[in-house]
């Protein structure tokens, strides 16, 4: 009887896991699942933490420098005079604080921090690009993967139909209305079927694969995409925005900015620096009973006079580094605009398509139709029905990737024009905020301080995703 229960709860249990439908998922799921899912994203995010850490670096040359030293040593050894000698040893502790706080540097370190920050920004932009790319590849996951699953669905429809031609076939062979040769051009077109449709469960599987990969799990059922996504109608119009709100154009802007900056660092490098040292240092004699109490306070200024012509090949390589982005950012700029032009140009193209591919659809199924209603009264061949089945399959096969490609080249657009972000798309997920670490760091704060235990409790929060 136990027995016998058990397995009436376990095909229940069954029964009500088959009978739950798997929750559909939409585009807007897919995004924010790379989103989440992404390593690229996380690599990108790392690096922009290391970025800000490099403003914290700059910002502590300003700060005072306090370090502490000491040493024991022991002396021994023999003086003479003549031929009198004496035998010395002792031994002396010593131990001291040394503090040092620059004063003047002809605003190098200034300018090395506002290097430091507008580095920060271009990496910020870099992963708004990133950002961008992940989103652009989970499109193209889901569309890919909704696209192969209606080839298989039509290959299995097409194969359904042969094999009722190839039945079809044979009992008017078998009555004497057609040849051996009707027969056998259905069985050939019969096997070609099944290798298309072991072909399309190929494609389907690898469509899957790159789903997994991308969104971080596999596809369950895909629901259609809705409409597309807003767009201006105007292209010149969406060029002026890319212009402006592209992540690319960002970071080669801050990049220039951040050369800029670390030119005029490299300048001041050659004028004069000023720095309050001071020292407070004890002695202590461990054998005897001498001591000593030492302190100093003082300013320092030095500059350089002749390194080599070292500073001077600094500043004229930092000058080449900024004209070489000046030229990465006229790239960037012809690059862009045309990126959004060729979206546009193959968002139009793609919607003629489905224009086409519809009225192709319709044309071949009515003559499809009336091939096979012709057929059966034996003014059509064999042949020739599989002729027009084979036309309809094509033209439903560029129907569905017209469609599927209207939706990826929409978003495209999008991402030419730098507005496919999570934010940009309202994606049901927690955005990351570049600014937040930032504003921990940029003030170097030590690890001792709040700030820095709030700051190590971020870093292992980190470490544990």
């Not at 950002?131 to 194969?159: D, G, P, S, Y």
Request: net charge neutral.
């Amino acid at each position: 009887m136990k027995r016998f229960l058990k397995v009436i709860m376990v095909g229940a249990s069954m029964s009500i896991c088959l009978a739950a439908p798997l929750r559909a998922e939409t585009l807007a799921d897919a995004m924010a699942g790379a989103y989440e899912h992404s390593g690229l994203l996380e690599q990108n995010r790392a690096l922009l933490r290391a970025a800000d850490e490099d403003v914290a670096l700059a910002v502590s040359s300003l700060r005072p420098i306090l370090s502490w030293s000491a040493d024991v040593t022991r002396r021994f050894g023999k003086v003479g005079t003549g031929q009198f000698t004496n035998s010395f040893a002792e031994t002396e502790a010593n131990i001291g604080i040394i503090a040092s706080l620059l004063l003047y540097d002809a605003g190098r370190s200034r300018f090395q921090i506002d290097a430091a920050k507008e580095t920060v920004l271009a990496t910020r932009a870099g992963l708004v690009s990133i950002e961008q790319q992940v989103l652009l590849r989970a499109v193209q996951a889901f569309m890919n993967v909704r696209r192969t699953t209606q080839f298989v669905a039509l290959r299995e429809n097409n194969l359904r139909l042969i094999q009722q031609e190839l039945r079809a076939a044979q009992d008017r062979f078998e009555v004497g209305e057609v040849t051996r040769t009707d027969v056998a051009l259905a069985e050939a077109r019969l096997a070609g079927g099944r290798s298309g449709l072991a072909r399309a469960e190929g494609d389907l599987a690898q469509a899957i694969e790159e789903y997994r990969a991308v969104v971080g799990r596999a596809p369950g059922t895909l629901n259609s995409p809705g409409n597309l996504p807003n767009l201006l109608a105007d292209v010149d119009a969406a060029k002026s925005v890319a212009l402006r709100k592209h992540p690319d154009m960002t970071k080669a802007q801050k990049d220039i900015a951040a050369a800029e900056a670390s030119i005029r660092a490299s300048e001041a490098a050659l004028m004069p620096q000023l720095s309050l040292q001071g020292r407070l240092g004890a002695q202590r004699e461990i054998t005897g009973d001498d001591y000593g109490r030492t302190g100093s306070i003082g300013l320092q200024l030095n500059a350089p006079i002749y390194q080599g012509g070292a500073l001077s090949a600094t500043t004229r390589r930092a000058v080449a580094q900024r004209d070489a982005l000046r030229g990465v950012l006229h790239s960037v700029q012809a690059r862009v605009q045309q990126d959004v032009g060729n979206a546009y140009a193959l968002l139009r193209a793609t919607r003629a398509s489905v224009t086409a591919s519809q009225e192709e659809v319709r044309a071949a199924r009515v003559a499809f139709e009336g091939v096979r209603e012709e057929a059966t009264l034996g003014a059509r061949t064999t042949l020739d029905v599989l002729d027009a089945e084979q036309d309809l399959l094509d033209a439903e096969a560029n129907l569905i990737s017209a469609q599927v490609d209207v939706f990826i080249a929409a978003y495209s657009v999008l991402a030419a024009m730098g507005e496919l972000t999570a934010k940009d798309l309202r994606l049901n997920v927690q955005t990351y905020d570049p600014a937040a670490y930032y504003n921990l760091v940029k003030d170097a704060p030590v690890a001792t301080s709040a700030q820095g235990r709030q700051l190590d409790r971020v870093l292992q929060s980190l470490s544990r995703e």
